[in-house]
Every structure is written in C-alpha cells, then in structure tokens.
C-alpha cells in the first residue's frame, strides 16, 4: 500500500526548534516529490515548499522561505520539515503529500498529518 | 488573500447540482492544469480532481471538473449528505514557482 506516514503530535514553547517527519512506504520514494502544506486553525490550505528526494532540491513558497527548512534522507524514504525557533503563529497541522499516480503539481496521497502547538 | 479565488460558501439540497468557481491568472490557471481537493471534517484533504477534468480512481463520476481561460470549475451532481466538506482548487503558478490553492469554499447540504 502506498502512503505516507507522518510523527505524531508535538507540543512546544516558543523560541524551541522542532523537526518533523513523513516517511513513504510502498513506492519509489525517490522517484516523486515531497510536498509540505500547513493549515492553520479553522483556516485554509497552504503549499509550503517541496522536495525531490533523488537529489534533496527543494523550492518553497516566498512565504514560507528562509522560515522553515524541508529536507530528506532518502535511505530511510523520510522527508522532514524543521523549524529552528518556532512561534505561536506556526501552531498549525502540517500535512506532506506526493503526487505518484497523477500527473502534474497534483497530489494523490497524503499524510495524516502532524499538529504543532506552541505555546508558552 | 489567496491567490487563487473562490467562494467562501455554496449549498444544495439532496439530489440537486452545485458548481463551485476558481478564478486565477494567466500566471497559474490560464498556463496550468487546475487540481480540486476535497476536505472531509478532521481529515486530510484528497484529491478529487487533477489535470483540469480527470478523476482519480475512485472519484464518482458525479464531480466533474472544467476550465476556460484563467477560471476552473468544480461541479457536484447528484448531492449527496456526505458531499458536506471544504472543498479547494490548485494550480502551479510560474510567477510564483510553487503551488497555489483557492481559500476553500464550504459545501452545505441542506
């Protein structure tokens, strides 16, 4: 079965760094990329940035660049998202998704997804 | 803001059809293929409509997809209670160079 398996939970205080992570099963994990999209509390989706996992390349969105950083480590098929010193605007479920069985910037399979709460 | 625009809210009764819009630029929608997603409550989103107008396998051939210059539209045939859910289009945009997604509109059943 192909998914994606996000970490659990976290809860942090501001100021704290964090790394979350999203490991792909039952696919070339190399082959498609990883996508990063947060929705904030009662709000709507956002396309954070992405990575190939062949090579680590990333893009991210203008919004989110220089905020977050996405990595890879492609011999345990696991993508991260890290935040160096959070804030309480990044409380937010963040969800990883890959486009595998379609064509284009579209994503097919999604991760669960992982709540960050930060507060102090 | 969003980049891409859509409403916030649409409604129908059982059995009715409902069309939800998506406007863009020639940057993202008027260059790119246009993707719909699907928001159950307290779930992920999934992919209900990719490449404009296709289905992923699964996908009741009751949402459709359409596009025309720099807007896209999501139709709903036949609806149904378990249709209740935000529903967001996407595209690439080139300006921009990453992905972009309309702000969700909420679908009532009434």
Redesign the interface.
């Known amino acids: 079965e192909v998914q994606l398996v996000q970490s659990g939970a976290e809860v942090k205080k501001p100021g704290e760094s964090l790394r979350i992570s999203c490991k792909g099963s039952g696919y070339s994990f190399t082959s498609y990329w990883i996508n990063w999209v947060r929705q904030m509390p009662g709000k709507g989706l956002e396309w954070m940035g992405r990575i190939d996992p062949s090579d680590s390349y990333t893009n991210y969105s203008p919004s989110f660049q220089g905020h977050v950083t996405i990595s890879a480590d492609k011999s345990i098929s696991t993508a991260y998202l890290q935040w160096s010193s959070l804030k309480a605007s990044d409380t937010a479920m963040y969800y990883c998704a890959s486009g595998i069985a379609v064509a284009g910037s579209s994503m097919d399979v999604w991760g669960k997804g992982t709540t960050v709460t930060v507060s102090s | 803001q969003?980049v891409l625009t859509q409403p916030p809210s649409a409604s129908g009764t059982p059995g009715q059809s409902v069309t939800i819009s998506c406007s863009g630029s020639s940057s993202n929608i008027g260059s790119?293929?246009v993707?719909w997603?699907q928001?159950l409550p307290g779930t992920?989103?999934?992919?209900l409509i990719?490449?404009n107008n296709?289905r992923?396998?699964g996908v009741p051939d009751r949402f459709s997809g359409s596009k025309s210059g720099t807007s896209a539209s999501l139709a709903i045939s036949g609806l149904q209670s378990e249709d209740e859910a935000?529903y967001?289009c996407?595209?690439?945009d080139d300006s921009?160079?990453?992905?972009?997604?309309?702000?969700?509109t909420k679908l009532t059943v009434l």
């Open positions: 969003s790119k293929t993707n997603y928001q992920a989103p999934k992919l990719y490449s296709q992923p396998s935000d967001y996407a595209a690439w921009l160079n990453g992905v972009v997604f309309g702000g969700g």
